[in-house]
């Protein structure tokens, strides 16, 4: 149940960044028989936003940092015709078939997504937290609350943990910033009770959770 928005309009499909990379991860999982790669992230050099390395990562620390190295290793030999069975099962707008490499991870403007329909993948995800390779996605968001990009969140909650996920996309102001950061939390982590997305206009996303963190630390209150 929606209990209150205050986008302009949430059912027009946006570039939303990495938010769409849990289920990039999914479908690749399902081509591989549910395993996911480790892959060594050497910072800038290799594609990733930070500068620094990141090191060796699996997918659950690969979420927790949304890490681009690991994810365009991962979507590198993908395309957007096999994205279309995971996007229809969480009722995301599928990618044009032809579509290939880091636009399957969130990066650019050709993968557009409704915010709404973001949302209720997540919560699809974790209805799904049973299944194969939904786990190790679940665990990736509650370690990004904890110390990854998402820690914004969990340093602002005193009596609770959360699930996040975390996207920077290009901005679609009318006044466009260089970018918008986006989060999803669910919280509390084991059990949601609610979730809640938000768009801050020219920040990343990580800085983007430290507004939601405020915004979900007055609900403890």
């Given amino acids: 149940m929606l209990l209150s928005s205050q986008w302009d309009d949430p059912e ?126 679940l665990a990736g968001m509650a370690q990004s609350a904890r110390h990854g990009t998402g820690m914004g969140v969990g340093r602002a909650l005193r009596h609770s943990d959360a699930l996040v996920k975390t996207g920077t996309a290009p901005c679609t102001h009318l006044h466009p910033a260089p970018g918008d950061g986006f989060v999803i939390a669910m919280a509390p982590a084991l059990q949601p009770e609610l979730l809640l997305m938000i768009r801050v206009h020219s920040v990343p996303g990580a800085a983007a959770a430290v507004t939601a963190g405020r915004m979900l630390s007055r609900l403890e209150e």
């Avoid at 800038?44 to 699996?58: F, M, N, P, T």
């Avoid at 890490?67 to 096999?82: D, P, T, V, W």
């Avoid at 290939?100 to 990066?107: A, D, F, I, R, W």
Wanted: charged share 15%; hydrophobic share 40%; with cysteine.
């Fill in 12 to 137: 027009k499909p946006i570039p939303l960044g990495s938010l769409v990379k849990p289920f990039t991860a999914l479908a690749y999982a399902e081509q591989h028989d549910f395993r996911f790669p480790v892959y060594v992230c050497h910072g800038e050099a290799s594609g990733c936003w930070q500068r620094r390395a990141h090191g060796r990562l699996d997918i659950v620390s690969a979420i927790s940092f949304s890490c681009n190295s690991y994810f365009r290793a991962l979507a590198a030999g993908m395309s957007g015709e096999q994205m279309l069975p995971t996007a229809g099962r969480f009722g995301l707008e599928a990618p044009a078939s032809d579509l290939t490499g880091p636009p399957l991870m969130g990066l650019g403007t050709q993968w557009i997504i409704s915010p709404v329909h973001m949302a209720h993948a997540y919560l699809e995800l974790y209805r799904r937290r049973e299944q194969p390779g939904v786990s190790e996605i």
